[in-house]
């Protein structure tokens, strides 16, 4: 399973990104996604996830309302619309996958990861 990550950057606080990750190697449809962010000095922290199909997202209450997760099984492609930005969302942002259909808090659940996207939010 490959999984690649992008469309990270630098960003003003107030201001939106929305990053991607394209899966390969394996039916993606058949998998729950999820994102995850690692800041500098600290370990990685659930962001979101969202079932095989798509229509189970979940968000951690730091992200609520801001962020959203979505996929599109067509073009293997999971996506994290990240909105009114804060200078806490800085990090190194993760796509990951593993073997379950339905998303998942736990960390090592998630088997497969790509490779990360920095977004770095300025004041």
């Known amino acids: 399973v490959q999984l690649q990550a992008s469309g990270g950057g630098l960003v003003e606080v107030g201001s939106s990104l929305r990053l991607s990750c394209q899966s390969s190697?394996?039916?993606?449809?058949?998998?729950?996604m999820g994102w995850w962010r690692q800041a500098v000095g600290k370990g990685r922290e659930f962001v979101a996830a969202i079932n095989w199909s798509g229509d189970t997202p979940y968000h951690a209450p730091s992200v609520k309302g801001r962020f959203t997760i979505s996929r599109d099984n067509a073009k293997n492609t999971t996506y994290l619309e990240m909105n009114n930005l804060k200078l806490e969302d800085t990090a190194v942002y993760y796509c990951a996958t593993g073997e379950m259909i339905y998303g998942s808090v736990v960390l090592n659940d998630y088997k497969y990861w790509g490779q990360g996207t920095q977004v770095t939010v300025s004041s």
């Open positions: 190697g394996r039916p993606f449809s058949k998998f729950a």
